[in-house]
């Protein structure tokens, strides 16, 4: 660590691009090396998810010494702050002998709580609790707190009654040729789609995650078989992919 901590020191005085870095123009590297990490314990190769996880790591560091140059934090009050954090929030391990065994469910409870201690005194909002990040994932999240409420459907008939209204009030939007009414009812569409979701205990992340893989995977195979054929992919025909596709969903189960 002390050594790509130095190294970091280095490129902020010495390389152009990464003086010219701020901690909003880095954000965005932060997520897309997140997904990156996913996409390679996805694949299972153990080379690339050290990689990715280097990456994320550097986005870590990256930050850290920008706030350190501003006088804010460094990356060992980074590293003391979640330390402490783990301790704090895991009583059961580290003041074992005031718990009997707990369950991963009761460990789960004890960790909201302390949560909830930490934010005493702290004017917030049920959704407050509710991270930023991918729309898909903050959507569910919503959905499930408002649900603990009783602000939910019955059952999945209600859910799927519901995707079912907004798809015609799109297509109504569409008939009205209204941009922003269109704009509107698509998210309206997608947020009811997700609230099925949730009520099929499927995640919405997780499963457009999983479809985006298989696509890249069958798209790919598309590719590979031009390039044997030796004709670029923009040459084929949509009937000539359309059977390349089929093909890789055979051959890629």
Same mark, same amino acid.
């Given at each position: ?11 902020? $005085? @010495?390389?152009?691009?990464? %003086?010219?870095?701020?901690? !909003?123009?880095?954000?965005?590297? =932060?997520?897309?090396? /997140? ?82 201690? $930490? @934010?005493?005194?702290?004017? %917030?909002?049920?959704?407050? !609790?509710?991270?930023?990040?991918? =729309?898909?994932?903050? /959507? ?82 598309? $590719? ?9 992919? !923009? ?19």
């Amino acid at each position: 660590m002390d050594e790509l901590l130095a190294v970091m020191r280095e490129l902020r $005085e @010495k390389c152009p691009w990464d %003086q010219q870095q701020t901690p !909003e123009s880095l954000t965005k590297y =932060a997520i897309e090396e /997140a997904y990156e990490v996913e996409a390679a314990i996805r694949d299972g190769n153990t080379d690339e998810i050290r990689d990715e996880l280097g990456d994320l790591l550097l986005q870590v560091v990256f930050q850290a010494q920008m706030f350190s140059e501003q006088g804010a934090f460094n990356f060992d009050d980074v590293v003391q702050a979640i330390t402490e954090k783990l301790i704090r929030r895991h009583p059961h391990v580290f003041q074992a002998e005031q718990f009997s065994p707990l369950s991963s469910a009761d460990v789960a409870v004890l960790w909201k709580q302390i949560k909830q201690q $930490e @934010k005493q005194g702290k004017a %917030q909002s049920r959704l407050d !609790e509710i991270k930023h990040g991918p =729309a898909l994932q903050q /959507a569910d999240a919503i959905q499930k707190n408002a649900a603990h409420i009783g602000f939910d459907f019955a059952d999945i008939a209600g859910a799927y009654g519901k995707l079912n209204e907004e798809l015609a009030e799109l297509q109504q939007a569409i008939d009205n040729q209204n941009s922003d009414e269109i704009f509107d009812e698509f998210g309206d569409c997608l947020f009811s789609l997700i609230n099925v979701g949730r009520k099929l205990g499927v995640s919405s992340e997780m499963a457009l995650l999983s479809t985006i893989h298989k696509f890249r995977t069958r798209f790919a195979f598309i $590719e590979d078989q031009a390039g044997q054929k030796q004709q670029k992919i !923009e040459a084929l025909s949509l009937a000539e992919m359309d059977q390349l596709w089929e093909q890789a969903k055979q051959q890629l189960k």
